[in-house]
Structures are given as structure tokens and as C-alpha cells.
């Protein structure tokens, strides 16, 4: 089995920062991309950043230049630094990976259950 674990979410005041991480953990062979999406009340799931094994990066345009992601690969450890928080920030984040469990495996994309970030005006 796979697991993804988030951490780091809370309640904010408009102007902070937050750091959130997300551990995948089981057998795992490779992971191709990690990433972190977000969930408000009502709204459908959002892409907010993703990054590959080589870097590569991709931002939503309504965090490009306040966030930044990156990533421990040796830990299949992802990071999203938050700065300069909204209100419209608020949403439950949830930690993505597309990974192979086994070398002739396919790619799947694996969840985590999600950190909750709440930025109050």
C-alpha cells in the first residue's frame, strides 16, 4: 500500500505564511510527480502546484509568486510554501503523487486525506 500524509495546515490571519508537507510512504519504485491541490466548500478540486523528479514546476495562476513547492525526492517528501495568504486561499490542500509501485508498473495518482487552511480576513 501507499500512503500520503499531510501536515502543517491551520488557521492564518491575511498576510501570513503557512508550510505545509506531504510524506508518501509504502513501496513505492519511482514517482514521476508530486503535488498539491485544493478543495473549497462548493468549488470543485483545484490544481495549486505541482513538481517532477526533474523540478519541473507548474503553479496555478492565482498563486504564482506567493507559493512555492518543492521537494525532498530522496524522502518522496513535497513541501508548498505559502506566503502573502488570501482569504480565497482557504480550502482543504490535499497532497498528490503519480508513482509506480513495482518497476513494470503502471502510474497511478494516490490522494492524501488533506490539511485543512483557513485564512481569515
Known amino acids: 500500500q501507499v500512503r500520503l500524509v499531510e501536515s502543517g495546515g491551520g488557521l492564518v490571519q491575511a498576510g501570513g505564511s503557512l508550510r505545509l508537507s506531504c510524506v508518501a510512504s509504502g513501496t513505492i519504485f519511482s514517482t514521476s510527480v508530486m503535488g498539491w491541490y485544493r478543495q473549497a466548500p462548493g468549488n470543485q478540486r483545484e490544481l495549486v502546484a505541482t513538481i517532477t523528479t526533474y523540478g519541473i514546476t507548474n503553479y496555478a495562476d492565482s498563486v504564482k509568486g506567493r507559493f512555492t513547492i518543492s521537494t525532498d525526492n530522496a524522502k518522496n517528501t513535497v513541501y508548498l510554501q505559502m506566503n502573502s495568504l488570501k482569504p480565497e486561499d482557504t480550502g482543504v490542500y490535499l497532497c498528490?503523487?503519480?508513482?509506480?509501485?513495482?518497476?513494470?508498473?503502471?502510474?497511478?495518482?494516490?490522494w492524501g486525506q488533506g490539511t485543512q487552511v483557513t485564512v481569515s480576513s
Open positions: 498528490n503523487a503519480r508513482l509506480k509501485r513495482l518497476q513494470l508498473a503502471r502510474p497511478s495518482d494516490y
